[in-house]
């Protein structure tokens, strides 16, 4: 077990987010069609396949150069809201992780917080709006919680991974605030968010790196 | 699904091949799926850029011409273009006067427009400046939501801020022109069909033969309700009540635009037109210019909306000047 990821665990974790919303592709634009247009599988499916291939293609060797490419590569590919959030999300990490070849816990988090920022600056949104934020927030709380108790890297991950899927499961009775899902009022509650999903793949994709 | 396409994935570049294969005064950038004028305006004026997704057709692409837009940006079909398509236009319809995006408000357009100024103003700095048009007043609750979305006004705002722009205003005076247009005009739609999105395949919502979904957006989404068929004169008070009461006309001459959303047949549009006109009338209030037809649209989707902008002299003036697009083109 590690203390510290790499850039090739980096690339895993990117890898490991790949599968899980390309074998959830369906099952993300299901959700996505009962509260929103109906494209969030695919478009991250599709956004994720082309990271893949500029990352392949390019092999960065530091943490900001890997995840500008991922962040450009989602703004370009994705469209809708999506792309833009989930692109600064990532070109935050990257420049806050900066020009490094690996990342201990302590920066790992200060990495997720920043891209955290990043979509909060982006989508305006708040706690309980319904939104990628409700998974990815109380995740990189857990995180830091975690390793400021002193649990291992591991440890910490895997409850973040835990707080995002908490976060996720919490976004059903909600009445979306914010984006597409919005304009429906409270025929939106009752429904997964389709984003906080994502979200929690990505953390449950972290962790199951981290462990490996 | 029947549908005058090859195929669900290659709608969007066949049908920009034919764009330009129509119009020789727009230039077409396949890469980055952006509409141009074939001839840039003059150095020192200030340039329209707008975007959005594809399947509104005429709007944006075909508003692209003197008087109106410089450059448009395609998404693929309801989807917004992405950042580095419009940071490729921005850059390339610049003439030293500065930039403006017309946004309509939701949520992908606006963040991709969003970083796309950025952008813009990091690499080449122009200078970008944003109006984001909100005139659904079907949105009730927009503290709640994400806002008031952008539909018919678009038109009239493309229409009237690029004749400004043509004539040599600062970027400073357009934008002002831009959001006194947003903040003075009201929108209002209804769907009698659902539409087809190509990727989909079927029918984005199911809507009985005996009703009609009002206060509808331009992506197939439902409404603000569902209610049953009426007869069209009171159809067009359900979407003429909605805009009044939100803002106070006055004894203000008007801009009416009466759009189709793409599946209604013209001969009920002039008749919804002459309803529509004839509840204003009751109202006190003027039509000075008026504009029937399908303008923005939603695919296939029948129905149709009704927009209204408060027009003082000088906004009807530049709704007067010429204006030579493949959607609306007089007075050249």
Known sequence: ?212 | MKKLINSPESVLADALRGIEAAHPDQRVDHENRVIYRATPKEHGTVALVSGGGSGHEPLHGGFVGFGMLDAACAGEVFTSPTPDQMQAATKEVDRGAGVLHIVKNYTGDVMNFEMAAELAAMEASVDVKTVVVNDDVAVQDSLYTAGRRGVGLTVLLEKIVGAAAEQGRSLDEVVALAEKVNGDGRSMGMALTSCTVPAAGKPTFDLPDDQMEIGIGIHGEPGRQRVPLADASHVAEQLVEPILADLDFGGAPTIVMLNGMGGTPLIELYLMYGEVARILEKHGITIARNLVGNYITSLDMAGCSVTVLRADDEIVSLWDAPVETPGLRWGR
């Open chain 1, 1 to 212: 077990m590690s203390t510290t990821i790499s850039i090739d665990g980096f690339t895993a974790w990117l890898d490991a987010f790949r599968t899980r919303v390309t074998e959830n592709k369906a099952y993300l634009t299901e959700l996505d069609s009962a509260i929103g247009d109906a494209d969030h599988g695919s478009n991250m499916a599709r956004g994720m396949a082309a990271v893949m291939d500029k990352v392949g293609a390019a092999a960065p060797s530091t943490a900001d150069e890997l995840f500008k490419t991922v962040g450009m590569t989602l703004v370009t590919s994705v469209g809708g809201a999506s792309g833009p959030l989930y692109g600064t999300f990532f070109l935050r990490f990257g420049m806050t992780a900066g020009s490094v070849s690996e990342c201990d816990g302590p920066a790992l988090a200060a990495a997720l917080r920043a891209g955290l920022e990043g979509v909060v600056a982006r989508g305006k949104a708040e706690a309980n709006d319904k939104t990628m934020f409700d998974a990815m927030a109380p995740a990189i709380d857990a995180l830091d919680s975690a390793l400021a108790s002193g649990a291992s890297l591991a440890d910490a991950v895997a409850a973040a991974r835990d707080a995002a899927a908490a976060g996720r499961d919490a976004t059903e009775p909600l009445v979306a605030r914010k984006g597409r899902a919005s304009y429906l009022g409270d025929r939106s509650a009752g429904h997964l968010d389709p984003g906080a999903t994502s979200t929690a793949m990505l953390f449950d994709a972290l962790a199951e790196v981290i462990a490996a």
